[in-house]
């Protein structure tokens, strides 16, 4: 009896282990993917330590090693876009099967609060989810885990940007791909991987922030403000918090007008350097991408000046992560919009200056302008069609080889003869133009005291001068938070923001957060 009984226990326990499932694909990789067309595509997982893997797509067969911990990675030959496949995952006498994966364009959407404003808060908005039928445009939403063990919120399912699923999308990379699905005909994959109020250190590594002297302040100041407060204090704040806000919560259920309590810094918030690089962007690297969509900015303009390079650092260490260092980088230059933090010092005007320069000088990225859509009292603003349009009108063309206008007029040189400055631009295109009278020009002579100008069309340039200023020196052009800027060329893009001159900024030498 015992030895039957021991018989059974045995066949039960190897029955067990026989159906534990080992072989596992990451969790991107799942029902209803995209997968990158004519790329090597990098697909990981995980199975029984030391165990061949083959991985089946197309026709194509690929093999692959566990290590001594399990993980397994592997490249799939370049895939000509079409779907659905079934993909086909083996090992040690386990499958995994997917049986709808697509094979097209995929964009990495990322950012803060803009990008991440979804498309049924937009602007037609609604509408647009009714309509939006097309089942070859698909998402995915990298769920927003804040720290090491929060609670999930969400999951890494692939869904189709359709009436039943699109709504929480970000408008601005819908509208995006909405574009290039229209253009390309080809399945077009978004990760979506944002979150509101984010600076750009909250996206880069702590590794990648020390290597630079101008960033290294940023992490620095930020530990030495957790050591010095102790990890014993800042859990006695994080739970008074957390009971505050549950008492916040309670009162707004209740019909009662309450104060949200501040959360206080630390490794819980998610605004930390460093932290979402680590608890949401890894998740998703290094899944083979053909570029990236960027909307960000806002919280980093107290230090524009900084973000000239800082910015230019996340783009390195994100084409290094996802392997592709010329990977196609467009974002979103800070829109119009009247801070009332900042008063009359144009600290958007700065930030705004340092996209310029990321544009200008960092290989295979773009900039869609968009003063027009801005709104004076909001930071932020509802009409997201034209963003996600103008993104894609970049990718159209410096991407995939359309020829047609991409940008805004973009200042090129200045002439200055007698009481006029006279003003050369590139991306003109059709011609310059102005709804009436051309505003948002400022002019300055040796004293270097800028006035408001006037500024007239004179074929293909721009004539500023100034009764107040006789010999003038420098032009500036939307240099302010909210800016009247008018002009733009006749196939509708805004001008970008600019100035002529190289006055000390008002951000200069401000390097990190005071917490």
């Known amino acids: 009896m015992k030895s039957r009984i021991l018989n059974v226990t045995i066949f039960l326990f190897l029955s067990l282990v026989a159906f534990s499932q080992n072989l596992k694909l990451g969790e991107l990789f799942n029902e209803g993917v995209v997968l990158q067309r004519n790329a090597k595509v990098e697909l990981w997982g ?16 690929h093999k692959t090693l566990s290590n001594e911990n399990g993980k397994w990675a592997l490249n799939l030959s370049p895939m000509k876009a079409g779907g659905p496949y079934s993909l086909t995952v083996a090992s040690n ?24 404003f979804q498309l049924e808060k937009s602007d037609g908005g609604k509408q647009e989810i009714v309509s939006a039928t097309n089942k070859n445009i698909r998402f995915v939403l990298v769920p927003a885990v804040v720290y090491e063990g ?33 253009e390309l005909n080809v399945p077009i994959g978004i990760i979506c991987c944002y979150k509101g109020g984010t600076a750009a250190e909250v996206w880069m590594s702590r590794e990648t922030l020390l290597q630079h002297p101008d960033h290294a302040p940023i992490v620095t100041s930020y530990e ?82 900084q973000y000239q390079t800082l910015f230019p650092a996340l783009i390195s260490e994100w084409r290094a992560d996802f392997q ?88 090129k040189s200045l002439k200055l003869v ?25 002019i300055c002579g040796a004293d270097k005291k800028f006035v408001p100008a006037k500024a007239e069309i004179v074929g293909n340039k721009i004539l500023v001068s100034s009764e107040a200023v006789n010999q003038p020196v420098a032009v500036r052009y939307g240099w302010s938070n909210w800016t009247e800027g008018s002009l733009r060329n006749k196939e509708g893009f805004p001008a970008t923001p600019f100035r002529t001159d190289n006055i000390e900024l008002l951000s200069h030498g401000v390097k990190t957060t005071n917490y």
Not at 418 to 442: H, T
């Open 46 to 61: 995980t199975a029984a330590p030391s165990q061949q893997v083959s991985v089946e797509i197309q026709g194509k067969k």
């Open 93 to 116: 006498s386990e499958t995994v099967k997917l049986n709808e994966v697509y094979v097209g364009e995929v964009w990495i959407a990322g950012g803060q609060s803009n990008m991440a």
């Open 150 to 182: 929060d609670r999930t919120r969400g999951d890494m399912n692939w869904r189709t940007a359709t009436t039943e699923n699109v709504g929480p999308m970000s408008g601005v990379a819908y509208f995006f791909a909405k574009q290039l699905q229209k």
């Open 224 to 305: 030495n403000y957790l050591s010095g407060m102790g990890k014993e204090k800042y859990e006695q704040l994080y739970s008074e918090y957390e009971k505050g806000l549950k008492i916040y919560f309670d009162s707004v259920r209740a019909g009662h007008k309450a104060v949200r309590p501040v959360e206080p810094m630390g490794e819980k918030h998610y605004k930390r350097p460093y932290g979402l690089y680590n608890t949401m962007l890894k998740r998703i690297i290094p899944y083979t991408a053909k570029g990236v969509i960027w909307y960000q900015g806002e919280a980093n303009a107290p230090r524009a000046e």
């Open 324 to 411: 592709n260092p010329k990977m196609p980088f467009l974002f979103v230059q800070l829109s119009n919009y009247d801070h009332p933090a900042y008063g009359t010092r144009p600290m958007w005007a700065e930030l705004r200056e340092a996209q310029l320069l990321t544009w200008q000088n960092v290989k295979n990225t773009g900039m869609a302008v968009t003063l027009d859509v801005g709104n004076k009292n909001d930071i932020h603003p509802t009409d997201k069609k034209p963003v996600g349009e103008r993104l894609a009108a970049i990718a159209l063309n410096q991407t995939y080889g359309y020829k047609f206008p991409f940008s805004g007029p973009l200042y």
């Open 418 to 442: 007698d009481n006029k400055a006279i003003l050369n631009f590139d991306y003109i295109y059709g011609g310059l133009v102005a709804d009436g009278e051309i505003k948002g020009f400022s």
